[in-house]
Antibody, heavy 123, light 108 residues
Framework: QVTLKESGPVLVKPTETLTLTCSVS??????????VSWIRQPPGKALEWLAH???????SYTTSLKSRLTISKDTSQRQVVLTVTNMDPVDTATYFC???????????????WGKGTTVTVSS | SYVLTQPPSLSVAPGQTARITCGGD??????VNWYQQKPGQAPVLVVY???DRPSGIPERFSGSNSVTTATLTISRVEAGDEADYHC???????????FGGGTKLTVL
């Protein structure tokens, strides 16, 4: 059974760095056409993709936050880590990680999601 | 960057058919995924690559994609289908992953 679970602080202060961990089970971070995405959702708002990393270590970031994001993976620990620097109250959101599957070289989808972790940015 | 446009809300009576649209420039050339999200829960994939259903998703959920509009169709709507529905594509310019604004489906 494939599962993903997000963990991290519930509350961070403005200007601090947020570090989120996605712990996965049921699949490998080092094989196959798979990856892990981070997506966030501010209260009452739409989903916003942040970053992803594939089994071959290829990474992508959303243009709007690229300078503040870093994604990495630890295959042996089965974890994907996202850091977000210089946090601001507008970054208050639920943060999800999700597995990416490839049905083809150009067809990808996020088939299993974690339950999400809610992060509030406040002094 | 690529933009996906969804109606903010849609209301249907139980037993009727809900059609949720997702508009985008030449979206017919892209692979569209749809996610269902109930309040306080994570999104769940209900349709991928325009028309395919993951295992466990009822046949009442179907997808189509043509030219400028992709559509998620829910037949014989049930109270349990009340949720937000998000379309998503992979784009080869700008951000690689794009979500629509989401549509809140209300079952009357």
């Amino acid at each position: 059974q494939v599962t993903l679970k997000e963990s991290g602080p519930v509350l961070v202060k403005p200007t601090e760095t947020l570090t989120l961990t996605c712990s996965v089970s049921g699949f490998s971070l080092s094989s196959g056409e798979m990856g892990v995405s981070w997506i966030r959702q501010p209260p009452g708002k739409a989903l916003e993709w942040l970053a992803h990393i594939f089994s071959n270590d290829a990474k992508s970031y959303t243009t709007s936050l690229k300078s503040r994001l870093t994604i990495s993976k630890d295959t042996s620990q089965r974890q994907v880590v996202l850091t977000v620097t210089n946090m601001d109250p507008v970054d208050t959101a639920t943060y999800f990680c999700a597995r990416i599957l490839a049905a083809d070289t150009t067809i990808y989808y996020m088939d299993v999601w974690g339950k999400g972790t809610t992060v509030t940015v406040s002094s | 960057s690529y933009v996906l446009t969804q109606p903010p809300s849609l209301s249907v009576a139980p037993g009727q058919t809900a059609r949720i649209t997702c508009g985008g420039d030449k979206i017919g050339r892209k692979s569209v995924n749809w996610y269902q999200q109930k309040p306080g829960q994570a999104p769940v994939l209900v349709v991928y690559d325009d028309t395919d259903r993951p295992s466990g998703i009822p046949e009442r959920f179907s997808g189509s994609n043509s030219v400028t509009t992709a559509t998620l169709t829910i037949s014989r709507v049930e109270a349990g289908d009340e949720a937000d529905y998000h379309c998503q594509v992979w784009d080869d310019s700008g951000d690689p992953v794009v979500f629509g604004g989401g549509t809140k489906l209300t079952v009357l």
